[in-house]
């Protein structure tokens, strides 16, 4: 009882679950934001490992790492947490954060938000997946619920950390003492990607499912590759009307891409996508998410 009763007189003067809610929401922002700004400069790595082993992936957990680093190395903070005004420190000494802590806040920031992203949209598409993948959505239900009580005992003013994670690290999230000491290059920089905030939040609302949704219907038809690279003999193979660009065969199960407008058949699209990842007649990037079945009335 004594050292809950020391642990609530400690807690007297430290951020809300608001704060801390609000700042969270700023620092998962990133990741998605950077995709669709990297998505639409076609920026990603994409090579064959060995045999039929395709890797293709994107910048962004690299650039969020990078990012959410630098910030944890100037201010003791993340990106979110920098910008409402919040700074990691030792549970027991109050002290900021050290070298390790910096690296492992860092990690977990962009790992676990990348896993769990990853692992729900192969569920969501009914992809086939491994045994590890299911127990390791398990382990990512477990977390949350833990996240749940920790945020709960936060709350009541009865734990230091608002999450698992941070009680792992032994860390919390307090105000600073003082002003962090920066150059004014440093600040400049740090100060410019805090605006930049306001325009990944722009990002995020221009491409959300609601808003493509409302502009669709003004959007032009994009041009397909250009033909005159492809011999004459090729291009009497190409589709007609109601031929799917891929088989060339009568359209099965039509699916258009929302991105490029173009109809296909749903197993020519969908496996084409998974080994190129783009438009087969664009070449503009797309994932399953931008495919739509048509149904004929």
């Known amino acids: 009882m004594a050292e809950a009763a020391n642990v609530r007189q400690n807690l007297q003067n430290v951020p809300s679950i608001f704060e801390i809610s609000a700042a969270e929401t700023l620092d998962n922002l990133i990741y998605p934001a950077l995709s669709k700004v990297f998505d639409y400069f076609g920026l990603r790595l994409d090579f064959k490992l060995w045999g039929q082993l395709h890797f293709r992936e994107e910048f962004s957990p690299v650039v969020t790492w990078v990012l959410q680093y630098l910030y944890l190395r100037k201010r003791a903070s993340s990106f979110g947490e920098s910008f409402y005004g919040l700074q990691r420190t030792?549970?027991?000494?109050?002290?900021?954060?050290?070298?390790?802590?910096?690296?492992?806040?860092?990690?977990?920031?962009?790992?676990?938000?990348?896993?769990?992203?990853?692992?729900?949209?192969?569920?969501?598409?009914?992809?086939?997946?491994?045994?590890?993948?299911?127990?390791?959505?398990?382990?990512?239900?477990?977390?949350?619920?833990?996240?749940?009580?920790?945020?709960?005992?936060?709350?009541?003013?009865?734990?230091?950390?608002?999450?698992?994670?941070?009680?792992?690290?032994?860390?919390?999230?307090?105000?600073?003492?003082e002003p962090p000491t920066e150059d004014k290059w440093t600040y400049i920089f740090l100060k410019m990607l805090e605006v930049l905030a306001f325009f990944l939040q722009f990002v995020q609302w221009w491409y959300s499912n609601d808003q493509r949704r409302k502009v669709g219907g003004t959007l032009q038809n994009p041009e397909p590759m250009p033909e005159r690279q492809l011999p004459d003999e090729v291009k009497k193979t190409l589709p007609k009307q109601g031929e799917c660009p891929v088989c060339l065969l009568r359209i099965q199960t039509p699916t258009a891409c929302a991105v490029s407008g173009y109809v296909y058949c749903w197993k020519c699209i969908v496996t084409y996508l998974k080994e190129h990842g783009s438009c087969p007649v664009t070449d503009y990037p797309i994932t399953l998410d931008d495919l739509v079945r048509i149904y004929e009335t």
């Not at 549970?91 to 690296?103: I, M, N, S």
């Not at 692992?119 to 977390?143: D, M």
Request: charged share 25%; aromatic share 12%; net charge positive.
């Open 90 to 177: 030792d549970t027991k000494t109050g002290e900021p954060l050290t070298r390790p802590q910096q690296f492992k806040s860092a990690t977990l920031l962009t790992l676990l938000p990348y896993i769990e992203r990853k692992l729900k949209a192969r569920s969501a598409h009914h992809e086939e997946t491994f045994s590890w993948e299911s127990h390791l959505i398990k382990l990512f239900h477990i977390y949350n619920a833990s996240r749940a009580v920790h945020t709960f005992l936060y709350l009541i003013k009865y734990s230091a950390s608002h999450s698992p994670i941070f009680r792992a690290l032994r860390l919390t999230l307090r105000y600073p003492r």
